[in-house]
């Protein structure tokens, strides 16, 4: 694990180091970008990143933002929303004005027909039919208006609904990690924030870290060990854990080949006997070059489990978590560590490891 923690120090201070020297303005949003190009988390953002040119405007950066992390750019996607609700209601109003004067016309046509009617003595024939006539011909027209401001206003209500959708879709989008479709480190954060939220009643939950086995062994079979098989690999684990899930538990990728697991119970059997389940579901199917169609063999991950009634912050649940995983890792890998508290005076582990 302390190969992990030195790895996100250096790719920290290279990002800082990097803006630097690139005079990229240190917004918040030009940091997380950088730090996305040089972690290759996404092997596309890197190659565009460094397409860029060694001069980096702050035009061309918001460009490549836009693409990859959305969420930083809310507000232009609400401007164009904005803009196209607009446009949307200035239309729809132009017709309710129509149709306010078609009936203010139609509305004289039957008061006409209607006085017509009504006078009193013998009736002009002629008068008559030709009132019929013109009431006719405008109850069809407006009619047909009719349809036609159903048709406009059920158009109307269909944008209404895909802006509605749009809106929920990128306010969704900020929480996905765009690789493999499971949550990012930014829903992580909100939570596994939640657990401790009331420091007097803790959430009930086990928090499970996970990386890939020798991923880098496991990529390069017949293929080499560029970036686009790594993605492909991550992917394809992404796939098998969406798969797996069936209880609908929190899964997230934080970042390369690490995810994260929040299993709601407070029994240490069952949150072990759901990650196992995962674990298994990740092994269960190989990754197929799609050069040559042989396997480039089956994922496995090793899991570090801490228990949230043992921690006190969500800090110390992390570092609980991660010694764990360390555990599984310095044991062989493909298995799933749960840290105990309860160790003997003496002890070398504090953990208890389950397997399979």
């Known amino acids: ?15 800082a180091t990097a803006m630097l020297q690139m005079g990229i303005e240190g917004l918040p949003r030009n940091y997380e970008l950088v730090y996305e190009a040089y972690s290759g988390a996404n092997s596309e953002l890197t190659k565009e990143f460094i397409a860029i040119g060694r001069v980096k405007s702050q035009r061309a950066l918001d460009e490549l933002g836009r693409k990859y992390l ?14 196209r609700m607009r446009s949307q209601m200035s239309t729809f109003m132009n017709l309710l004005e129509e149709e306010k ?3 203010t016309d139609y509305g004289k046509i039957i008061d006409q027909a209607s006085r017509s009617i009504s006078i009193e003595g013998e009736i002009d024939r002629d008068k008559l039919v030709n009132s019929i006539r013109k009431l006719s011909e405008a109850t069809e027209q407006q009619a047909s208006k009719s349809v036609a401001m159903a048709v406009e206003a059920r158009q109307q209500a269909a944008s209404l609904d895909e802006v509605r959708s749009d809106i929920d879709n990128f306010e969704k989008m900020k929480f996905v990690d765009q690789l493999t479709g499971l949550a990012n480190r930014r829903a992580f954060n909100k939570a596994i924030a939640r657990i401790y939220a009331n420091a007097q009643l803790p959430m009930m939950c086990g928090l499970g870290l ?27 684990v992404g796939s098998l854990l969406h ?59 090793s899991v570090g489990v801490a228990m949230s009634m043992l921690a006190d912050n969500v800090a110390q649940l992390m570092d609980f978590a991660e010694k764990a995983l360390a555990a599984s890792v310095r044991d062989g890998g493909n298995r799933a560590t749960l840290y105990s508290g309860n160790a003997q005076p003496g002890a070398n582990r504090d953990w208890m490891i389950y397997r399979p």
């Open 1 to 15: 694990m302390t190969q992990h923690i030195a790895a996100e120090k250096s790719v920290g201070i290279r990002v």
């Open 210 to 236: 996970a990386e890939i086995d020798s991923i880098k062994q496991l990529v390069s079979v017949g293929e080499g060990n560029d970036n686009g098989t790594n993605d492909r690999f991550i992917r394809h």
């Open 70 to 83: 959305p969420h930083h750019h809310e507000e232009s996607v609400l401007s164009k929303t904005s803009d």
């Open 243 to 301: 798969a797996a899930n069936r209880n609908g538990e929190f899964v997230a990728r934080l970042d390369r080949d690490r995810f994260a697991f929040l299993i709601n119970s407070s029994d240490e059997a069952e949150i072990m006997r759901v990650i196992d389940g995962l674990r298994l579901g990740v092994s269960s199917r190989p990754l197929i070059s799609p050069k040559n169609g042989r396997s480039l063999g089956n994922a496995t991950l």
């Open 101 to 103: 004067s078609s009936l």
